[in-house]
């Protein structure tokens, strides 16, 4: 059963992913897609118009639909590991200060230097430094550690909002400051080939690595006595797999800001469905995960003129069913 919800999943993700394609603010139809493309793989000299359809294949539509899948199999992911490491079903990607300092990264970029890589790089370096202070309160509690991470999350994520906050009043009104709230409510919109070129690679990795070891996983979500008893090492392992899933979650953010919810909820949803042997769990959530933003991303950028922020949306859309897996969980007992 659960291979076949893993299976009409991906086969869920393959459609959307066709049927989105020609969608946007400037349609296409898939005829004309396809047309344009099997001249260009055939060899042959496609016109103007043809031109401009490849264009928008390659340079626009492609990269953020890949992005947006990217970003939704990561968040999605590294939610239901954090989950599983601290044995909390309330845990989000957010929790050990990645998302609070990326955003101040972010911001230092933009206040300070203006350039949309540098601010991609100092994103990623702020959300190595919010783990790392996290886990350096973990080191001062190793008869707790677990405890101390979340403490350590908590005010990590607190130092680095207040440092985002500063930068936010510093910020000039008219041009840097609405750049900077702009990409703290989550957006796609910058993505680009180049960007996939170098982040996708990795954030594949990490993804893989991490669902090959669902086993694994099941034994650490047991507790450290039990994983222990089955023959895993849980301190040293457990730190490879939030790094792994600090590393995803890093790279979501340089790709589209701060997306929230996605963490959460869908790994609360696909529990529902599959359950919770992380064997089956994590290839399901990634699938999930990617469709439910590829899906939220398309409805953002083509039914206004004006292009909301995906974080809005998929906050929107996430809460009713974060609602709806507790009251199932409640009724379960």
Not at 153 to 176: H, M, N
Request: proline share 5%.
């Amino acid at each position: 059963m659960n291979r076949k919800v893993i299976g009409l999943m991906a086969a869920l993700l393959l459609a959307a992913t066709v049927l989105v394609l020609p969608v946007g603010r400037f349609p296409v139809t898939v005829g004309d897609m396809a047309e344009a493309l099997g001249l260009w793989l055939g060899g042959g000299e496609p016109d103007a118009r043809q031109e401009q359809i490849l264009f928008l294949f390659f340079q626009v539509r492609l990269p953020r639909i890949l992005a947006a899948m990217l970003v939704g199999a990561s968040l999605s992911v590294s939610g239901a590991v954090y989950q599983n490491m601290f044995l909390n079903p309330l845990v989000s990607p957010g929790i050990l200060g990645v998302l609070a300092g990326a955003s101040c990264g972010a911001a230092v970029g933009i206040v300070i230097f203006s350039s949309w890589p540098v601010t991609q790089a100092l994103a990623f370096l702020g959300g190595l430094m919010g783990v790392g202070l996290s886990l350096f309160f973990s080191s001062l509690y190793p008869k707790a550690r677990t405890l101390a991470l979340l403490v350590g999350g908590l005010v990590s994520s607190s130092f680095f909002t207040a440092i985002t906050s500063i930068f936010k009043y510093l910020a000039d009104p008219t041009r840097q400051l609405p750049e900077l709230v702009y990409w703290l409510m989550g957006t796609l919109s910058r993505s680009d080939a180049g960007q996939l070129a170098w982040i996708s690679p990795l954030m594949l990795l990490g993804l893989t690595y991490l669902a090959l070891n669902g086993k694994t996983l099941n034994a650490l979500s047991q507790g450290d006595e039990e994983a222990q008893a089955l023959g895993v090492e849980s301190g040293r392992t457990r730190l490879k797999f939030i790094g792994a899933a600090t590393l995803i979650c890093s790279l979501a953010v340089i790709l589209a800001g701060i997306i929230n919810w996605v963490g959460l909820v869908i790994p609360h949803v696909l529990r529902l469905m599959v359950g919770p042997d992380n064997r089956t769990l994590l290839p399901a959530t990634a699938l999930g995960g990617a469709l439910f933003v590829l899906l939220t991303d398309t409805l953002v950028r083509s039914i206004w003129t004006v292009e909301f922020p995906l974080g809005i949306f998929t906050s929107l859309i996430c809460m009713p069913l974060f609602a709806y897996s507790l009251w199932h969980d409640w009724r379960r007992g």
